[in-house]
């Protein structure tokens, strides 16, 4: 039988068994190697706020704390979600991810 991806769409290589995680949006548990991952960094004061503390702050230019979240999704979600795009048959061999707009490096 023909194979769609050389991994299976998953990241186990030699481990039996890979423990669950929550996907975000469905609640549903998907292996954590099989998983879509996305790191999410927020400001915890929304933005209309900001401006307020720091006039108010006592401390010249305080950092506002952030916060720092990994998140999970199952494939269906994230589709769904449109976090990850279906691919053709010939760019599922692309392995680098593509450019981000406004990301210099």
Known sequence: MTKKRRNGGRNKHGRGHVRRVRCESSAMLVPKDKAI????V???V???????LQD???IE???LPKIYRKVYYSISAAIHSKIV?????KNRRIREPPKRPGFRK
């Open 37 to 40: 991952k996305r790191f999410i």
């Open 61 to 63: 230019n305080y950092a």
């Open 42 to 44: 927020r400001n915890i």
């Open 85 to 89: 795009r279906v691919r053709s048959v």
């Open 46 to 52: 929304d933005a209309s706020a900001i401006r307020d």
């Open 56 to 58: 108010a702050c006592a």
